[in-house]
């Protein structure tokens, strides 16, 4: 069965009060790890004066067999107070390629460790509400290589599964075609290809996308 997981429908910002300190959540979707961090850059420079901008993400890595990258970073608040409990809240929604960024302005009454697990806990669990959630589907990214001969054969049947051609290259033993296709359809190709081709093919799975 094709796994699918969860995004941010849309990028949103909150506040939330808490005694008298004031937090912002800002929640993004993301594509991968540089675009989290660079968000996170942004939050920073907006709320520069903030005391504090906590901040965790989730997204997919890089090979389909690895699990996903995560992070997060208490900025300053007491350690494991801040971050662990936005992350917890990205993880709790089924959330990937989601970066969350709670941004807080001390009001001058002191929180407790746990009080600010709940603050930023909360904080994050609402911008999640706010956004709402997206799901998507999971697809493979593939590169199949065959002979000069067979090259049009594969880019058929691709064609006639419906699959997202992306390229075609081609080198001194033939071509590699790379494309898109969703996860059910893995094993019909392969069967098909090497029925169509007489087995004069290479299917190779670049990495598992959602979307």
């Known amino acids: 069965m094709p796994n699918s997981k969860n995004k941010p429908a849309k990028n949103m910002e909150i506040r939330n009060q808490v005694k008298d300190s004031k937090f912002y959540g800002s929640i993004f979707a993301v594509e991968n790890r540089e675009e989290a961090e660079k968000r996170i850059l942004e939050i920073k420079d907006k709320y520069s004066d903030a005391t504090h901008n906590v901040s965790a993400f989730r997204v997919e890595a890089d090979k389909p067999d690895q699990d996903p990258i995560e992070y997060f970073d208490d900025d300053g608040e007491p350690s494991g107070s801040s971050g662990p409990p936005i992350l917890e809240a990205i993880k709790g929604a089924e959330l990937i390629n989601t970066v969350l960024i709670v941004t807080r302005y001390f009001g001058g009454t002191k929180l407790g460790i746990g009080g600010l697990i709940r603050a930023y806990g909360d904080t994050a669990r609402l911008a999640i509400e706010a956004a709402g959630i997206k799901k998507l589907n999971e697809f493979y990214q593939i590169k199949v290589g065959t002979s ?22 081609y080198n001194n033993q033939g071509a590699v075609v790379k494309a898109i296709i969703p996860t059910a359809i893995k094993e019909k190709l392969k069967n098909v290809l090497k029925e169509k081709t007489a087995a004069d093919y290479s299917l190779t799975i670049i990495k598992s996308i959602f979307k």
Do not use: M, N, R, S
């Open 148 to 169: 000069f001969a067979k090259i049009g054969i594969v880019l058929g049947q691709l064609e006639a599964l419906k699959a997202d051609i992306k390229d075609t290259e």
